[in-house]
């Protein structure tokens, strides 16, 4: 089964720190990963995928994921925390469901990030 | 801007009153979805439309209906709607082919009461 787990319901950082919100999956063949952030009352945004290529992707306002086959994890990361990328963030995994042509995103159940001053 | 846009933002209705949410996109994408997201959740998937192609997930309940008239417009009717149905329901573009990420509407938050 198709399957994303993001292990932590709450990140909390310090302005100015390094910030890293995890994500593993399972999924039967190659993986495509993204990355969606969602701000209160809002709809979600993308900020990053892994398709193919380099493990290392970089995305909107400074994230980076590095993608890792061997742990499928695919955590995501960002030198400098600031106070506005508080928010929700969803990983999620493109996956074949049979019968269906486009497979579907399974999501994480997200990680709320605190950026405290 | 090319986008996905939501109407309307806020929708209150009684429990048992259909409701329908409008979702347009200038984005020319094939494909459009409805979410429905509660409380600090992960959206779920209810349906998606590849161009004219209706796909329902197979826990979508009977009460949720959508319409695709054209490309650029989608339609989420909750024919019956009961208190369990309150939440943040999300519209979704891409265009066709698994790669592409998707576009978000900012979402219409329907209280029922």
């Known amino acids: 089964a198709q399957s994303v787990a993001q292990p932590e319901d709450q990140v909390n950082v310090a302005e100015g720190n390094p910030l890293t919100v995890k994500c593993t999956y399972s999924v039967s063949g190659n993986p495509y990963l993204f990355w969606y952030v969602q701000y209160p009352n809002r709809g979600l945004q993308f900020l990053l995928k892994?398709?193919?290529?380099?493990?290392l992707v970089k995305g909107s306002y400074g994230f980076e994921a590095e993608f890792n086959k061997s742990q499928t994890s695919f955590h995501l990361k960002k030198p400098s925390a600031l106070v506005s990328d508080s928010a929700l963030y969803f990983c999620a995994v493109r996956a074949f469901d049979r019968g269906s042509t486009l497979g579907r995103l399974y999501f994480g159940r997200g990680t709320q990030l605190t950026v405290w001053p | 801007d090319a986008m996905v846009i939501q109407n309307p933002r806020y929708q209150v209705t009684q429990f048992g009153k259909p409701v329908t949410l409008s979702c347009s996109q200038t984005?020319?994408?094939?494909?459009m979805y409805w979410y429905q997201q509660k409380s600090s959740q992960a959206p779920k998937l209810l349906f998606h439309y590849y161009d004219k192609d209706f796909n329902n997930e197979a826990d979508t309940p009977d009460n949720f209906q959508s319409r695709r008239p054209n490309t650029s417009f989608c339609f989420l009717d909750i024919r019956s709607p009961g208190l369990g149905d309150a939440a943040m329901y999300l519209c979704?573009?891409?265009?066709?082919?698994?790669?592409?990420?998707?576009?978000f509407g900012p979402g219409t938050r329907l209280t029922v009461t």
């Open positions: 984005l020319n994408h094939n494909v």
């Open positions: 979704a573009t891409s265009p066709g082919g698994l790669a592409y990420e998707q576009y």
């Open positions: 892994y398709i193919t290529g380099d493990n």
